[in-house]
């Protein structure tokens, strides 16, 4: 996005910063967003800014938790065959009032209809302005499933799938997937030839409306004095973008900032900063390396899982995350239900040199893609570069922005792609489709481009039963498969940890790896 994109709307220039000042709350966070439409994305930075601040969904997860509550809509049925859902909207909701728009009535069904359609139908108005698409739906198999949307009456919506699928109520949490836009500002929008400014220009019903953006340096939001869920309880948010951890330290010492993400070997010496402390967030994540499945030699399974067994994951987890994670076993963490303990990764150089051999790798240098907002990341290529140079194995970086990263892998530039992924919603099946099914390979989501009709008919029987243990036995057979076949090569279950100003409360680290600040106050 331009600088200049929301100077026209809004002339006022920004106030300086304050980030003591009673009712303000600047975060320091690590990455800017991609825009503010979660529809057209798929990373924390854009969910951090845009999809809680700004929108809410259908259903939404209890705060700090992985269970699902309502939202925009206060209730819900599901018919006896799973295949139909019918939500009863919450009245009184309001849209954002902006520089750029007033709304003239609440939200209602012809809203969720319009944002649900622009998504799903190809044929809609909106549709073909999004730029980027809609990876996301697109990987969790949505235009599969949602066979069609309808408003029943002003105030209830009805969803009809083409079969049953379990996680479909968690599914509709995420930003991506579930997040309501106002349609009549939609419509404004298309009859002026603008509709891309929904993603530069948002107008949501969440608890905080944008003011302003100023590209890779601060975004500044006004608490929603109409939010239907409890008005924050400060006036001002700031996101002041720091992408340096050494730099949110020192700006956390200072008191520029009261909140911001650290790295684990920073904890230390941020618990012996006066007036500050560190929250140690467990979310659902792992970081992971992508192996491009199409490209000659990881196409060979035995190669994938020669680069698995040359990596040293616990000198990986004590170097680069300040031993702040474990080495991960499956792609599944830990926290999620099914995660299959009994998966193993061992570190054996010598299996790993036979297994290159085998494969018959010629000695050509492979890339690996990664971003280059962090320290920690750079360590952690070193590492891996050295434990894969061990075996014969020559792999040069080619560092990125995130969401440069996020498009170059999803159209299959990489040979590898060092990434992470955190649970949206808690399911096992959030991990699964939309990094490994044969629908996410073709919507981008799927990194590793490795595609398996056996694993998608897993993925496709534990959507179909609503029955948790069967369900988990399922997930356990899909995360067997991924291991036999090195599919992905999983690395760490990372701590995320925060430094907070003891002046704050009520800030919430989320499972998925976000962070929440509807319930903050600063005193």
């Known amino acids: ?17 304050a980030a003591g000042a009673a009712g303000t709350l600047t975060y320091c966070s690590d990455g800017s967003p991609e ?13 951090d800014a845009a999809g809680l601040p700004l929108y809410d969904k259908l259903l939404a997860m209890k705060p700090g938790t992985s269970q699902v509550v309502p939202s925009l809509a206060e209730s819900w049925e599901v018919s006896a065959d799973g295949r139909v859902y019918t939500f009863h909207l919450r009245k009184g909701v309001k849209f954002h009032t902006t520089a750029w728009f007033k709304p ?8 969720v209809v319009w944002s649900l359609e622009r998504i799903n139908d190809k044929n809609h108005p909106a549709h073909a302005g999004a730029r980027n698409g809609f990876p996301y739906w697109a990987g969790m198999s949505m235009n599969q499933l949602v066979k069609s949307i309808a408003k029943v009456d002003p105030m209830t919506v009805r969803i009809a799938l083409t079969q049953a699928d379990a996680s479909f109520p968690a599914d509709l949490t995420i930003s991506a997937i579930g997040a309501v836009f106002s349609a009549e500002y939609g419509e404004q929008l298309l009859k002026t030839g603008k509709i891309e400014q929904l993603n530069t220009m948002p107008v949501g019903t969440g608890p905080f409306v944008l003011r302003r953006y100023e590209k890779d340096a601060q975004i500044r939001y006004a608490a ?38 650290t790295t684990g070997d920073q904890i230390a010496g941020l618990e012996a900063v006066p007036g500050v402390s560190v929250v140690r967030a467990h979310p659902l994540t792992t970081s992971y390396i992508s192996p491009n499945s199409q490209h000659p030699f990881l196409s060979d399974k035995r190669f994938r899982e020669a680069l698995s067994l040359a990596i040293d994951r616990a000198t990986f987890v004590k170097t680069v ?3 702040q994670a474990d080495p991960a076993t499956s792609f599944l963490p830990p926290g999620i239900w099914s995660h299959d303990a009994s998966l193993a990764n061992p570190h054996d150089v010598e299996k790993a040199k036979a297994l290159v051999k085998a494969s018959g790798y010629d000695g050509r240098e492979l890339t690996l893609f990664a971003t280059a907002r962090a320290g920690e990341i750079k360590r ?19 560092l990125m922005e995130l969401g440069e990263l996020y498009k170059r892998t999803g159209k299959g530039d990489h040979d590898l792609a060092l990434l992470s992924w955190f649970s949206d919603n808690g399911d096992p099946d959030n991990f699964l489709t939309p990094n490994l099914s044969c629908a996410a390979s073709t919507g981008g989501g799927n990194k590793s481009h490795w595609c398996n009709k056996d694993f998608d008919a897993l993925l496709d029987a534990g959507k179909a039963t609503s029955d948790l243990r069967k369900r988990a036995e399922i997930y356990v057979k899909a995360q067997k498969l991924i291991h036999a076949e090195t599919a992905l090569i999983p690395l760490a279950n990372k701590v995320s940890p925060y430094a907070t100003s003891n002046k704050v409360s009520g800030f919430v680290a989320t499972p998925f790896g976000s962070a929440d600040f509807h319930a903050a106050s600063v005193r």
């Open 1 to 17: 996005m331009k600088n200049s994109l929301l100077i026209a709307a809004l002339a006022a220039a920004f106030l300086p910063m």
């Open 35 to 47: 825009g503010f439409d979660p529809a057209q994305y798929e990373t924390v930075p854009t969910e």
């Open 104 to 111: 003239t009535r609440e939200m209602n069904a012809d809203d």
């Open 224 to 261: 929603n004095p109409d939010y239907w869920n409890g008005v924050p309880k400060i006036d001002t948010l700031i996101f002041a973008i720091t992408p340096d951890s050494s730099v949110r330290v020192q700006r956390i010492k200072a008191g520029e900032c009261l909140v911001a993400p």
């Open 321 to 323: 995350y300040g031993g």
């Open 380 to 398: 952690g290529i070193e590492l891996l570069q050295s434990d894969w140079a061990a075996i014969g194995v020559k792999v040069t970086p080619q």
